[in-house]
Structure formats: structure tokens, C-alpha cells
């Protein structure tokens, strides 16, 4: 009788918890989504009014923009603003501009931090676009809204022109911070990959569901195994990059960014930057997200 009733207490918990953890997933996902509806309302309610200020206190008071301009990274809120604010002036081609942004993945990655990604589209007065394409933003949770802990956004070039100008990346930063050495030997692993044309290995560097958001791919890549699939090289030649900023979030969770370039057999190069998100698994970094463009 005992063992009886034993077997039916298991089983009622089992039962009542089961459609709880359903219902807290479910909800879990939900707020991702309106959490990040939320943020891209007020980014575009503030970019269309050309307030700089409203755009700004969108951003943490530790936030970075890596953008297609020569002069990113733009580190804190007084650098952000001062970027928006030279936006938005006359003068400026995207004075009186509007801005139309879509999301194409977005998720919670630990209890405060967010991830998102899609494409851009500013346009003119006139609806002409000035400026298009792709961003995968890293963003902070606190007091219900999310907040860009790190904006990773790049435009579509226009004409993508390798330049014979030598491009000096300089030197890397080094860092005290936890799991530091676990993001140089991705970044290292990475370049050995790629310029080894090796498929199978880069993927490797990436979780099972990582997204990529790269210039030399179409649209927002979704998982390891299309990662793989859709590597064209396309950048072509040999591969470098440095790493020119990190900060270890906590709950095993890591950013990073910096900057890349790759040079042709004929001496041509092209350069961009980088600013991506990692998961640390014991020895190793692995990247959730790859969010990197041409400059």
C-alpha cells in the first residue's frame, strides 16, 4: 500500500509540473519577443524624430557601437550620444531620415541578457534608401525593458571595392578578465579555419542554434549546420583580425569585438569589424552569434 502510494505521488508531481515548465518556456519566449518589439519601437519612434538624445538612453552606460564607420568602435553613453548627435545635423545625409527595422531571431541567453537580429532600412524624405542592411545586437535587461549592451550593425556596401592600401590592424587588447584566453584562441581557431578553407572546423566554433550575420553571406544565417553549408569564402585570401574590446557578463556568457581583414593573392584588401557573442564551455568559447561587416 505504501509503495502504491509512493508510485501515484510521483506520478501527480511529474503531472502538475510538467505543464508548468511548458507554460514558463512558452512565456519565456514571449518575452523575448515582446521585450525586443518594445526596444525596436522606441529605436525607430526616436531615430524618426531625429532625438538623440531619446535614441541614446536606449543604450547601457557601458554600451558599444561597432557600425560601418572607420572611426567605430564608440565606447559609453557620452561617445553614443555625441555619434547620434552628429547623426542627426544638418548636414548630415540622414538628417530627416526614417528608419524601418525587422527582427528575425531573437532570445533570452541567460536571465539579463538578450540577443537579436535582422536587417535595417533608413531611407529619405523622398522613401529613397540611404543606408541598408543587417545588425545582431547584444542587449541588457533591467527593470522590464532591454537595453543595447552591444550594437553590432552593418551596412550594405554600395560597391564593394578591395582596396591595394595596406590595412594596419595593430595589436590585439589583453585582458584580466575571466575566460579571456578562451576568446583569443577562437579568434586564432577561426582564422586557422578559414583561411585552411576548412568548413567542417569553422562550425565547429559555433554553438548547435548560433546565428551568423556576416557581410559575404545573404540574410541572417540560422544554426551550426547551415553555417557550414553557406561558407563561400567569398572575402577571399588570407584572413586577420584583432580583438579590440571584451567584457565577461557572467553566467558563462561573453562579448567581444574588433577587426578584420582579409588580403587577396593580387594585394587587394578588404576590412571590416566585429563585435560577437560567446558561450564559455569549459575550455572553450563558443559563438552564439557572429555579427561582422565591411567598413
Partial sequence: MKKSYLILLVVLVTFSCSPKKQKSETVSKLDAKTLMA???????????????????????????????????????????????????????????????????????????IYLGAGIFTILNKENEILEEGKWGNVFKYNNGQIKFLMESAHRNPKENKPSNLEVVLGKSISSEEPHFNKIEESVRSYITNYNSKNSEGLSMLFTDDAIQNVNSKEGIVLGREQ????????????LNAIILGYQYLGNDIAIAYGKWSSKAEDNSVVSGQWG???????????????????L
Fill in 227 to 238: 553555417i557550414k553549408l553557406t561558407e563561400n569564402y567569398s572575402d577571399g585570401g588570407e
Fill in 276 to 294: 560577437n557573442l560567446f558561450k564559455i564551455e569549459g575550455e572553450t568559447a563558443l559563438l552564439i552569434m557572429e555579427s561582422a561587416g565591411l
Fill in 38 to 112: 518594445e526596444s525596436m519601437q522606441r529605436l525607430t519612434a526616436a531615430w524618426n524624430q531625429g532625438n538623440a538624445i531619446e535614441i541614446s538612453k536606449e543604450f547601457t552606460k557601458d554600451a558599444v557601437r561597432i557600425i560601418s564607420n572607420p572611426s567605430s568602435p564608440f565606447k559609453g553613453e557620452e561617445a553614443i550620444l555625441q555619434v547620434f548627435e552628429s547623426t542627426f545635423s544638418e548636414g548630415s545625409e540622414f538628417k530627416d531620415s526614417h528608419i524601418e527595422v525587422k527582427v528575425i531571431e531573437t532570445r533570452a541567453v541567460s536571465a539579463d
